[in-house]
């Protein structure tokens, strides 16, 4: 089946740690988006990518990095300068004018 | 502050009656997506409108896009206890055809 997964569900980091958020699509979808999502609140952009090895900066890009090498493979490492990492985090793909396919999300907890 | 806003931030309906949730942006949207999502979940995706006064629907919710295509609004009809989650209104904008963002969404609960 086709479609987009992302790991670990849960994942709690330490202060100061840096964290990898997996996402993985076989969908063949050129581009790949990760967001940010506080509780009652929207989805803010991250990063995106629109092909491999290029990738531009969203609305909230400070203290998170990501790399795109894979066309299918676009993880994100919330950094230890990203001062308020609690949140939900989607991943997301999609090619042209079409609609998103999302993750299930990865819920980090600062501990 | 984000590009697309939507209104109202949460509502709450008694089961069967008819809502409205409108999505704005301050700059021509290209294409308009609508969203579902429950608590701590991916989102399912709606519909999609692309040309100025397009209206789509599906079961009971019908979608619009005005034909500025800066505002587009989700209707349902004769809501009921499945309809309650988080609706979400995401665009592109013209020539960037890649960077989707979206709005602040509405948190929806339909009563008894």
């Known amino acids: 089946d086709g479609g987009i997964t992302q790991s670990p569900k849960y994942l709690f980091r330490k202060e100061g740690q840096n964290v990898t958020l997996s996402c993985e699509q076989n969908?063949?979808?050129?581009?790949m988006y990760w967001y940010r999502q506080d509780p009652g609140q929207g989805l803010r952009l991250i990063y995106y990518s629109q092909i491999v090895n290029d990738f531009q900066k969203g609305d909230i890009a400070e203290g998170y990095s990501v790399s795109r090498e894979k066309k299918e493979s676009f993880p994100l490492t919330v950094t230890s300068a990203q001062k308020n990492p609690t949140a939900f985090y989607l991943c997301?793909?999609?090619?042209?004018?079409?609609?998103?396919?999302f993750g299930q999300g990865t819920r980090l907890t600062v501990v | 502050s984000q590009e697309l806003e939507q209104s109202p931030q949460s509502l709450i309906v008694q089961e069967g009656k008819n809502l409205t949730i409108n999505c704005t942006s301050s700059k021509t949207l290209y294409g308009l997506y609508w969203y579902k999502q429950k608590y701590g979940e991916g989102l399912i995706f709606l519909m999609m409108?692309?040309?100025?006064?397009e209206e789509k629907s599906h079961e009971k919710i019908t979608a619009k896009l005005d034909e500025k295509k800066q505002q587009s609004s989700l209707h349902i009809t004769a809501s009921q206890p499945s309809h309650a989650g988080i609706y979400l209104c995401?665009?592109?904008?013209?020539?960037?055809?890649?960077?989707?963002?979206f709005g602040t969404g509405t948190r929806l609960q339909v009563t008894l």
């Open positions: 995401g665009a592109e904008r013209t020539g960037t055809a890649s960077k989707l963002t």
């Open positions: 969908l063949n979808h050129d581009a």
């Open positions: 409108l692309q040309k100025g006064g």
């Open positions: 997301a793909s999609k090619t042209g004018y079409t609609e998103a396919f």
